[in-house]
């Protein structure tokens, strides 16, 4: 079996959850590859298996058939080496804000020392703007000020892939706005493989270097938009008329993901997920 040159690679992975109506099928022969240091966003329809797939990449779960890798090793169990985030950002309350981004370090076994760490965390939490509030309690920050000190809890081990799955789906527009920009501060400071879930196509166009569309379910890559944006994308690059022609490649996607649309109205480019995974 040939080992795997992406830091994320699902091949032909197909999965179906056992109920007690019978089983349900959720994934079906879904490939994807995702380069080292490159960042991948996956949208489809609700209930199509998203969650499923970061479960998967993350080892929580082992597909029925096919392969999941994961830098250059085959996920057999949970990985430490990933990072995550969701919608709901989880801080323990009886931890400051910098005690509970150095959680991982507690957990995860690191090369850093303490002090490294702890110097670590106080940088990224400049970074994303909590300069200062170090020392408070999860309760005495706002949402997004929560889900600021949650990305940097998920990379404070240096984690070979970052799954986010939803982190600003709960946030209001300006915030979640604000948010994507830090995302790409971070990137900028330090490349990290990113895997992140969303329902905003907007949000993947801004963040991503691919957008792969699920099916319907069960799901398979049914298309991969590779988004020929800078490197380090401004809000006023979602304006830009290949932002917005990408935007309306995605929607058609979508649509047909849905069975609201055929291919044959399809606008024009993009790769078919066949193609840009050959
Ligand atoms: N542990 C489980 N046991 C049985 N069915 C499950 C389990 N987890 C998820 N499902 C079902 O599998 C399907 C895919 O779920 P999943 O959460 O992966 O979808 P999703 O694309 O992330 O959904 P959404 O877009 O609504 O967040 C859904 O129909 C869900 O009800």
Not at 78 to 100: K, S
Not at 104 to 121: T, W
């Amino acid at each position: 079996m040939a080992s795997s040159p992406y830091m994320i690679e699902l091949r032909e992975v197909t999965h179906a959850y056992r109920t007690k109506a019978g089983p349900l099928p959720v994934l079906d022969s879904l490939s994807i590859k995702i380069p080292e240091n490159s960042f991948a966003a996956v949208v489809g329809p609700s209930g199509c298996g998203k969650s499923t797939l970061t479960r998967l990449v993350s080892g929580l779960m082992k597909p029925n058939e096919g392969q999941v890798w994961l830098h250059s090793q085959l996920v057999t169990s949970p990985r430490p080496t990933v990072g995550m985030a969701f919608q709901n950002p989880v801080l323990l309350e009886w931890r400051t804000i910098l005690q509970n981004v150095l959680l991982p370090m507690e957990i995860v076994r690191s090369p850093m020392s303490r002090a490294e760490a702890e110097a670590r965390a106080r940088h990224l939490l400049e970074l994303v703007g909590l300069k200062g509030f170090e020392d408070k309690r999860p309760s005495e920050l706002s949402g997004g000020m929560r889900q600021r000190a949650s990305l940097c809890r998920s990379i404070i081990h240096k984690p070979d892939v970052l799954i986010l799955d939803e982190p600003f789906g709960a946030l209001d527009a300006f915030t979640r706005e604000d948010l994507w920009c830090t995302m790409h501060d971070l990137r900028e400071e330090e490349p990290f493989t990113c895997l992140l879930i969303t329902h905003d196509l907007r949000e993947s166009v801004f963040l991503a270097d691919q957008v792969i569309v699920l099916s319907g379910r069960p799901a398979h890559a049914q298309y991969v938009l590779e988004v020929d944006l800078p490197g380090k994308r401004s809000l006023d690059d979602l304006y830009s008329p290949r932002a917005v022609e990408m935007l309306a490649i995605l929607r058609h996607q979508i649509q047909v993901a849905q069975g609201r649309a055929t291919d044959a109205d399809a606008p024009l480019d993009g790769h078919p997920a066949a193609e840009a995974h050959a």
